[in-house]
């Protein structure tokens, strides 16, 4: 048996702009942190000729083209298996749906799983490009890249997304002190919402496409943002990092009808009220967790408990996807 597992990921500065109608225009510009929340792939031999799947469904099929779960067709497609033997479990510490990458982290985590089990190696960036293939190219997702490669690189990373597609992955310069400052001070708390990304997504996607003034404007906007926040971190100044976190946020609400609502809206306020710096919600919106930076976190817990809103604690990921058991 093989198991596998990826990091989920929050997002730093700079999201949205790793999306190919932008990018391939104008280059993107992101930090991510992958954090220690994990989905996880197990790959192994049963006894018996097929194809069995176990995830929120269960799946028995003898051949490739008839698997219903695309990211596990298309998965099992580029390995072009003649006579497949298989049976993949998949699990998640964080439901899907919530903002923090977990389809890019499920891919990478298949991938690596199914690689290790037919005794292939893999590069890390080579796993993130092959996930984004599988998601962006065969399947027509929607989505950027940055998922992917955090989800295979792990830690606080960089990424430049060049016009000719190619992304250039760095870890993000940081004292100790400063790593030890977002870890104690950036707080997680899931709205209760879980969504589809796509939606919001493919509004943004299609608006780019068509060089709509206002996308545009607001993504080169946040990108500057994501150099900002870049330079204030590499600095050690977290209070102006936080400071940027909600200018992020202004500028975040106003690309897409769906990014917020009146309740998430409420919520934030709320947390600025008591205690929060700044904040913004992670993943394309619309639902999901909402993050802050605080040096008040008793305030700040306290005012998300009246809310219903569950806490995540979380510290930062720094192996990328990786084999547990093999």
Partial sequence: MIIARSPLRITLGGGGTDLPSYYKNYGGFLIAAAIDKYVYATVMRPFTPGIFLKYSSLESVKKVIDVQHPIIREALHELNLKTPQIEITTLADIPSGTGLGSSGSFTTALLK??????KKTIHPKELAELACKIEIEKLK????????YISAFGGITTFNFNEDG?????????????LHNLEDNLLLFFTGISRSASTILKDQDSRSKTNDVRMIDNLHYVKDLGYRSKDALIAGNTIKFAQLLNEHWEHKMSRSKGMS?????SAYRTA????????????????????????DKPRL????????????????????????LS
């Fill in 113 to 118: 799983a199914l690689y290790t089990h037919y």
């Fill in 141 to 148: 997702e929607p989505i950027g890249k940055q998922d992917q």
């Fill in 166 to 178: 190619s992304v250039i992955a760095e870890p993000l310069n940081i004292s100790i002190e400063t």
């Fill in 261 to 265: 609502n009146e309740f998430i809206n």
């Fill in 272 to 295: 600025l009220n008591n205690g929060a710096i700044g904040g913004k919600i992670v993943g394309a919106g619309g639902g999901g967790f909402l993050l802050f930076y605080t040096v």
């Fill in 301 to 324: 817990r306290e005012s998300m408990k009246t809310l219903n809103f569950e806490e995540v604690r979380f510290n930062f990921d720094f192996e990328g996807t990786k084999v547990l």
